[in-house]
């Protein structure tokens, strides 16, 4: 079984802990994404993203669903 790990946001810098093991407890859970959401921002970051950067990109690309990230 995976542990929780500590890693950095690939967009900000800023370390979080990642829950991979228990994803409802995890801090990315809180933002509710679109499968196209996901797939825009998985196009430009690699791994996981603090909450928020993830709240900010989901404001983003509710504003303009077009705009580069």
């Given at each position: 079984?995976?542990k929780h790990?500590?890693?950095?946001?690939?967009r900000?810098n800023?370390t979080?802990?990642c829950?991979?093991?228990?994803i409802?407890?995890?801090?990315c859970?809180?933002?509710p994404?679109?499968l196209?959401?996901?797939?825009?921002i998985?196009?430009k970051y690699q791994?996981?993203l603090?909450?928020?950067?993830l709240?900010?990109?989901?404001a983003?690309?509710?504003?303009?669903?077009?705009?580069p990230?």
């Amino acid at each position: 079984m995976l542990k929780h790990e500590i890693v950095s946001c690939p967009r900000c810098n800023r370390t979080f802990e990642c829950r991979v093991n228990s994803i409802h407890r995890c801090q990315c859970s809180g933002v509710p994404l679109t499968l196209e959401e996901r797939f825009r921002i998985s196009e430009k970051y690699q791994g996981c993203l603090c909450e928020n950067c993830l709240q900010e990109l989901k404001a983003v690309l509710e504003k303009q669903p077009d705009a580069p990230l």
